[in-house]
């Protein structure tokens, strides 16, 4: 039973962990690639200093060569005037010179292969720093864009949801007008039914009997037929 609860924990924390990195996830990113130019200058600097340690190597074989060949010269001078002697410690020191010419030339072909390693890293480096570059910059634009529709529509209740709520709220509105508009009708028609004299009048207007009192139009034709002799 300890062990499953271990794990559940672990599990927890590790989803935990994941929610926050996500959540900063463009932060990350960021530091992330701070992170990595500061390798690449290292890298970089490591390059420069291999050639500059490469370019003092091969200084250093180009004056051992010359102090060879300047040795060699002499030490023929010395065995042709006999002087054996001389012309042994001459051949030590020549010899001496040839382990160190030897030297500085294996340390030149390891400066080189060194620096065509480095410098490959870096380029393959160099591209990968850029690509993620270009990548930030639209995760960025991205992660932007989102925070602004969110702003717009808003999280949770207040979302798109919000403006199908207020299409329902003004339908019920417009139905309890339209029922409101209706009950007003239904009034009138009631108020008009329990008065005998307005019931008179839209009976009359309908062509039920006789007007119950003159019309204006009844009194311009009555005037029109009397004539100019009528009081």
């Given at each position: ?31 992330q690639l701070r992170d990595s130019a500061v390798v ?63 030297a500085s030339q294996r340390c030149l072909e390891t ?20 690509e993620l570059k270009r990548g930030q910059r639209l ?93």
């Amino acid at each position: 039973m300890f062990k499953p609860l271990i794990t559940l924990l672990r599990g927890k924390s590790f989803e935990a962990a994941q929610a926050v990195t996500d959540a900063n996830i463009v932060t990350i990113l960021d530091q992330q690639l701070r992170d990595s130019a500061v390798v690449l200058d290292r890298a970089r600097k490591a390059v420069a200093i291999a050639m500059a340690q490469k370019s003092r190597e091969a200084d250093e074989l180009d004056r051992t060569r010359r102090r060879i060949a300047d040795l060699e010269d002499r030490a023929r001078m010395a065995l042709a005037s006999g002087q054996e002697a001389l012309a042994m410690e001459a051949a030590e020191a020549i010899a001496n010179l040839e382990a160190e010419r030897d030297a500085s030339q294996r340390c030149l072909e390891t400066y080189g292969a060194e620096i065509a390693r480095l410098r490959a890293i870096v380029r393959d480096a160099d591209a990968r720093f850029l690509e993620l570059k270009r990548g930030q910059r639209l995760a960025i634009a991205t992660d932007r864009a989102q925070k602004l529709r969110d702003r717009g529509f808003g999280h949770g209740s207040i979302s798109l949801t919000t403006l199908a709520e207020a299409e329902d709220t003004l339908k019920r509105l417009r139905e309890r007008q339209a029922e409101i508009d209706a009950a007003t009708v239904s009034l009138e028609e009631m108020d008009l039914s329990a008065d005998p004299s307005r019931l008179v009048d839209r009976l009359a207007r309908a062509g039920c009997g006789a007007p119950a009192r003159p019309s204006a139009q009844s009194v311009l034709d009555r005037l029109r037929n009397a004539g100019p002799d009528a009081a």
